[in-house]
T-cell receptor
């Protein structure tokens, strides 16, 4: 399978714990995006990387959230001191940027439940 | 700022009848527009995209959408619904020059009755 993969698919944690999610993009895709989707809503942009550089962060991304993309390959999204409001589906997407005509391909998501 | 409004949160059709899912957008620039579909417990799948070429865009599974600049609309249609079309559909805008990030509508849940 050469699509975008995300691990874990499901995560249940207690409030106050730290969690880390991983995203493996389609190989050779230079852009990687993170989105968050809550029940009954469309996904909302969190942050994106061009290669290893993090170029934009949404105001939704509080200082408890951090994302990395070392070496421009896979990416991790860490949430520190989780809160119940962090419960959501976290989606990763990747694309190949060529003059603004890119298409983003999404992974299956990681569903987080904070108790 | 760019935004997307999906005019119906839920649409119900009978199998074999036409599907119309409505979307209006707001964008300061020439937009790229997309429709994605999300089946339960599955990832988002691209149905079709518009990027300033032909205004009538054909996608997968018989879906198509027409870009109407004067009406700022990008409605999704299909001539004949199939049971497997039941899913959540998202209209999405991406502005060139905004890093490619996608702005999603609230979604329209499509139900197909036998």
């Amino acid at each position: 399978d050469t699509g975008v993969s995300q691990n874990p698919r499901h995560k249940i944690t207690k409030r106050g714990q730290n969690v880390t999610f991983r995203c493996d993009p389609i190989s050779e895709h230079n852009r990687l995006y993170w989105y968050r989707q809550t029940l009954g809503q469309g996904p909302e942009f969190l942050t994106y990387f061009q290669n290893e550089a993090q170029l934009e962060k949404s105001r939704l991304l509080s200082d408890r959230f951090s994302a990395e993309r070392p070496k421009g390959s896979f990416s991790t999204l860490e949430i520190q001191r989780t809160e119940q409001g962090d419960s959501a589906m976290y989606l990763c997407a990747s694309s190949l940027d060529f003059g603004g005509q890119e298409t983003q391909y999404f992974g299956p998501g990681t569903r987080l439940l904070v108790l | 700022a760019q935004s997307v409004t999906q005019l119906d949160s839920h649409v119900s059709v009978s199998e074999g009848t036409p599907v119309l899912l409505r979307c209006n957008y707001s964008s300061s620039y020439s937009p790229s527009l997309f429709w994605y579909v999300q089946h339960p417990n599955k990832g988002l799948q691209l149905l079709l995209k518009y990027t300033s070429a032909a205004t009538l865009v054909k996608g997968i599974n018989g879906f198509e959408a027409e870009f109407k600049k004067s009406e700022t609309s990008f409605h999704l249609t299909k001539p004949s619904a199939h049971m497997s079309d039941a899913a959540e559909y998202f209209c999405v805008v991406s502005d060139v020059g905004q890093g490619g990030k996608l702005i999603f509508g609230q979604g329209t849940e499509l139900s197909v009755k036998p």
